[in-house]
């Protein structure tokens, strides 16, 4: 069974940090692409940042340039957002994808995982 779980949301001072992380399993991790999407409330949803299967190769939304940082470690099947500077706008649920393709039968795919709520508050 294809699994992201995300975990490391919850409420926090403006200018705090926290880091976000997502375990996958059921598929091979380090073949995905990755990429991290928030969503707030009343708002479609908003791409964060990418990094490539292999991990050097990232990309960020001008929004958190400079203020997040996105990692993951194939070894640990684990993806992760550290996110610093944190202000009221950040706030959303944020949401790991993994995507890529097989060769057999030939075809994509992407998976989701449930989301992880931050809040930024004072």
């Known amino acids: 069974e294809v699994q992201l779980v995300e975990s490391g949301g919850g409420l926090v001072q403006p200018g705090g940090s926290l880091r976000l992380s997502c375990a996958a399993s059921?598929?091979?991790?380090?073949?995905?692409?990755t990429s991290w999407v928030r969503q707030a409330p009343g708002k479609g949803p908003e791409w964060v940042s990418f990094?490539?299967?292999?991990?050097?190769?990232?990309y960020y939304a001008d929004s958190v340039k400079g203020r997040f940082t996105i990692s993951r470690d194939n070894a640990k099947n684990t993806l992760y957002l550290e996110m610093n500077s944190l202000k009221p706008e950040d706030s959303a649920v944020y949401y790991c994808?993994?995507?890529?393709?097989?060769?057999?039968?030939?075809?994509?795919?992407?998976?989701w995982g449930q989301g992880t709520q931050v809040t930024v508050s004072s």
């Open positions: 994808n993994a995507a890529g393709v097989v060769s057999t039968p030939p075809g994509e795919y992407a998976y």
């Open positions: 059921g598929f091979t991790f380090g073949s995905a692409d």
């Open positions: 990094i490539n299967s292999v991990g050097d190769s990232t």
